[in-house]
């Protein structure tokens, strides 16, 4: 699970800001996927890839963007337009044929 | 719809007791189905799936199509079985999106 890396831990934004979550990946694993941790409710999908230059939206799509450029690396957007932001982010990736994912060590984003 | 339930927030039990986490599904099809776990300050990984019908650290989950349930059971709970553990479906259609519930923490009493 070192393989997979996210940045910042903590950020924090003033509302109105869109902000960049990072998650990189040495895995070379096919599919990447975003999830969004909020108490009570588990993890809800946002944004999944599975190769590069395709992307799909998830569950809560609305106010997040992303982009798949590298096979290595799958960034996400939150933008101005998501309601509640505040959250713990958990980027995860998977070898293509297998089951099962594996997690980074999470975002916490807070919105100030 | 495709849903994931675990009723329970809060499991509190004294070591050597058994365990029960409580997981059920809704999903028309066959699902694939994952129990994940976190350990305080560590990463959510996977503790076990139901295809290969595995002991993990002791953990047994069977998947009951008839009543759409796929608990997680050990027969003698240990400390550091104290956790934050989800059970996911993963629909068919090779997306390996995961659905997962709500979660329930484990706290394992000395």
């Known amino acids: 699970d070192g393989g997979i890396t996210q940045s910042p831990k903590y950020l924090f934004r003033k509302e109105g800001q869109n902000v960049t979550l990072s998650c990189e990946q040495n895995?070379?694993?096919?599919?990447m996927y975003w999830y969004r941790q909020d108490p009570g409710q588990g993890l809800r999908l946002i944004y999944y890839?599975?190769?590069?230059?395709?992307?799909q939206k998830g569950d809560i799509a609305e106010g997040y963007s992303v982009s798949r450029e590298k096979k290595e690396s799958f960034p996400l957007t939150v933008t101005s337009a998501q309601k509640n932001p505040t959250a713990f982010y958990l980027c995860a990736s998977k070898l293509s044929g297998t089951d099962t994912q594996y997690f980074g060590p999470g975002t916490r984003l807070t919105v100030l | 719809a495709q849903r994931v339930t675990q009723p329970e927030k809060l499991l509190s039990v004294f070591k050597g007791a058994p365990v029960e986490l409580k997981c059920n599904y809704s999903?028309?099809?066959?699902?694939?189905l994952f129990w994940y776990v976190q350990y305080s300050r560590q990463r959510l990984q996977l503790l076990l799936r139901h295809i290969s019908r595995e002991s993990i650290k002791g953990f047994t989950a069977d998947l009951n199509k008839g009543e759409t349930s796929f608990h997680l059971k050990k027969p003698f709970a240990q400390e550091e079985d104290s956790a934050m553990y989800y059970c996911a479906l993963s629909p068919s259609g090779n997306t390996g999106k995961l659905i997962f519930g709500q979660g329930t923490t484990l706290q394992v009493k000395p």
């Open positions: 999903y028309s099809g066959s699902p694939e």
């Open positions: 895995l070379n694993h096919d599919a």
């Open positions: 890839s599975q190769i590069v230059n395709d992307f």
